[in-house]
T-cell receptor
Framework: AQSVTQLGSHVSVSEGALVLLRCNYS??????LFWYVQYPNQGLQLLLK??????LVKGINGFEAEFKKSETSFHLTKPSAHMSDAAEYFC???????????FGKGTKLSVKP | NAGVTQTPKFRILKIGQSMTLQCTQD?????MYWYRQDPGMGLKLIYY???????DKGEVPNGYNVSRSTTEDFPLRLELAAPSQTSVYFC????????????FGPGTRLLVL
């Protein structure tokens, strides 16, 4: 069965600091991986997705993630945090092309001035 | 192009009452989903549909029903509301060809007292 583990339910960084949000997956088939962002009182918005084309994936708002099969990881990074990055971030996996997403429990990112 | 719309935004129900959460998309997407989001638990799939007239259970279907009579609409029905159904409900859709992004609505916050 597929699953996603997000390490750290809450991450706090200073403005301008590196953002690193961790995601590890378990999948019996080649996975497709996603990062979604949820701003307060809003729905989820896609940040980026990995569909086996390239291991380093660039997304919106300066975020990127690297697929590492050997570590079963898909960590999300941004070199310099901005106050507007404060939100909850969800990693998700879908097995093959079925399309039913399995979400992690989310990581809430706080950005201090 | 409104995307995915959900009504109502917020509702308070008494135990045992019933209600329908509405979801409409104007992108002509084949696949539609209902999720519930509970604090610290990520999103759980309730039901999904791959096209008009076709629905299937997700991870947490008990206490809910769905129908899909048109491509655009995918209502979620709660027959006998219980406190355990207090949650935020999200509807999502995707085209249905390959590994595409799911597009989420703004959510319905439901409180069962």
């Amino acid at each position: 069965a597929q699953s996603v583990t997000q390490l750290g339910s809450h991450v706090s960084v200073s403005e301008g600091a590196l953002v690193l949000l961790r995601c590890n997956y378990s999948s019996s088939v080649p996975p497709y991986l996603f990062w979604y962002v949820q701003y307060p009182n809003q729905g989820l918005q896609l940040l980026l997705k990995y569909t086996s084309a390239a291991t380093l994936v660039k997304g919106i708002n300066g975020f990127e993630a690297e697929f590492k099969k050997s570590e079963t990881s898909f960590h999300l990074t941004k070199p310099s945090a901005h106050m507007s990055d404060a939100a909850e971030y969800f990693c998700a996996v879908t097995p093959g092309s079925q399309g039913n997403l399995i979400f992690g429990k989310g990581t809430k990112l706080s950005v201090k001035p | 192009n409104a995307g995915v719309t959900q009504t109502p935004k917020f509702r308070i129900l008494k135990i045992g009452q019933s209600m329908t959460l509405q979801c409409t998309q104007d992108m002509n997407h084949n696949y539609m989903y209902w999720y519930r989001q509970d604090p610290g638990m990520g999103l759980k799939l309730i039901y999904y549909s791959v096209g008009a007239g076709i629905t299937d259970k997700g991870e947490v279907p008990n206490g809910y029903n769905v129908s899909r009579s048109t491509t655009e609409d995918f209502p979620l029905r709660l027959e006998l509301a219980a406190p355990s159904q207090t949650s935020v409900y999200f509807c999502a859709s995707r085209p249905g060809q390959g590994i595409e992004t799911q597009y989420f609505g703004p959510g319905t916050r439901l409180l069962v007292l």
